[in-house]
């Protein structure tokens, strides 16, 4: 809604705004770019003109999609899939993100992925076989052991460890 005001204020026509994307029909000069960077950040929002940091943007949106909120596995592995997604070839986009984020891109996958188990553990509705299976893991024993490397717990500890603190027998 604020992009859309903003752009109105500029008299910029936009196509489409979604989340972290805007597409528009008019061509922006650069006292109105500048304007509108301006603008944006009052709002504590950033425009990404570069196209690389634009990519980078695009692979995250795509991973936190992947994980915390598609449902069915994929039918192709996830560099087909990305690359397909946004039309470049999986190997420039592993390098850029590598060299941009410091971290590799199946890395930031992981760290997603555990923290989405980490909510599945919160809400307490689905059992760890059924959290593994919900986020493609091959079995518990591989979820278990990659939420231990990047956590330094267990799912039982991790989730014993909330409860706990629930009840207020931890110290926070």
Do not use: C, W
């Amino acid at each position: 809604m604020i992009v859309k005001q903003e752009l109105k204020k500029l008299s910029v026509q936009d196509i489409k705004i979604d989340l972290g994307e805007v597409e528009i029909l008019d061509k922006i000069s650069p006292t109105q770019l500048a304007i509108f960077k301006l603008n944006l950040r009052k709002y504590g929002l950033e425009l990404l003109d570069d196209k690389k940091s634009i990519l980078i943007e695009r692979i995250k949106k795509v991973i936190v999609e992947l994980i915390h909120y598609t449902e069915e596995p994929s039918k192709v592995n996830f560099s087909d899939f990305l690359s397909e997604k946004l039309s470049h070839d999986y190997t420039y986009m592993a390098n850029l993100f590598s060299e941009v984020v410091g971290v590799n891109i199946e890395h930031y996958m992981i760290v997603h992925k555990i923290e989405r188990v980490k909510e599945l553990l919160v809400y307490d509705e689905l059992s760890l076989t059924e959290i593994a299976y919900k986020l493609h893991y091959s079995s518990v024993a591989h979820l278990s052991n990659q939420f231990k490397k990047i956590t330094g717990l267990t799912p039982s500890h991790f989730k014993k460890f909330k409860d706990n603190r629930q009840l207020g027998l931890v110290n926070p």
